[in-house]
């Protein structure tokens, strides 16, 4: 059973839009919520956190909204730039567990120009 | 301020073989886990150390074990290797055990069993 799905395998945006990336979890102990971005055989890049007090957490052009009755929170990249194609990872961890991460499976961005 | 160092970065073996793959973390950071990226199951948790002694486990055989030492940097070895065991090694540090704190990752080891 997957605690955190991101079900958008893909998405493509225009150049200096919005992107928003999605994620959904199931386990109410998760407590921080992560968002990395990744580039094939590479390990992922940190972009922004979240801890489950807030429900929302800015820096630069991301920002990260979180609602904890439905489980669910969002990436938001405005503007989006060709650079920004990757595939960004949601990550969860639990209280009492740690530095143990929960990942989706991930979305592919895809910025055109 | 280095990142976190995994080595080596490529490698190679024959099935039934062992591996080890080292981990530097980043200065400072005393927490150190591990995860396997494949394409059919993504990014799983491996395990995790802290100040030497494991904290978590993911669920992987008992093949996978790992340990760390008492500068913080961390092995962990995959014994009797199958080919599903091919796949990218991520290292990963965090200044404390405790959730909350921005965990970062290394470049990866490359593994592929033939």
């Known amino acids: 059973d997957q605690q955190v799905k991101q079900n958008s395998p893909s998405l493509s945006v225009q150049e200096g839009r919005i992107s928003i990336l999605n994620c959904d979890y199931t386990n109410s102990m998760f407590d921080y919520f992560l968002w990395y971005k990744k580039y094939p055989a590479e390990g992922p890049t940190f972009l922004i956190s979240?801890?489950?007090?807030?429900d929302k957490n800015e820096d630069g052009r991301f920002t990260v909204f979180l609602n904890k009755s439905a489980k669910h929170l969002s990436l938001h990249i405005v503007p989006s730039q060709p650079g920004d194609s990757a595939v960004y990872f949601c990550a969860a961890s639990a209280i009492r567990a740690g530095n143990m991460l929960t990942f989706g499976g991930g979305t592919r961005l895809m910025v055109k120009p | 301020k280095a990142g976190v160092t995994q080595t080596p970065r490529y490698l190679i073996k024959t099935r039934g073989q062992q591996v080890t793959l080292s981990c530097s973390p980043i200065?400072?950071?005393?927490?150190v886990s591990w995860y396997q990226q494949t394409p059919g199951q993504g990014l799983q948790f491996l395990f995790e150390?802290?100040?030497?002694?494991?904290?978590n486990k993911g669920n992987f055989p008992g093949r996978f074990s790992g340990r760390q030492f008492s500068n913080s940097r961390s092995e962990m070895n995959v014994s009797t290797l199958e080919l599903g065991d091919s796949a990218l090694y991520l290292c990963a540090s965090s200044q404390t055990g405790k959730s909350g704190n921005t965990i970062y990752f290394g470049e990866g080891s490359w593994l592929t069993v033939v």
């Open positions: 150390y802290f100040s030497e002694t494991q904290r």
């Open positions: 979240i801890s489950s007090i807030k």
């Open positions: 200065s400072g950071h005393r927490s």
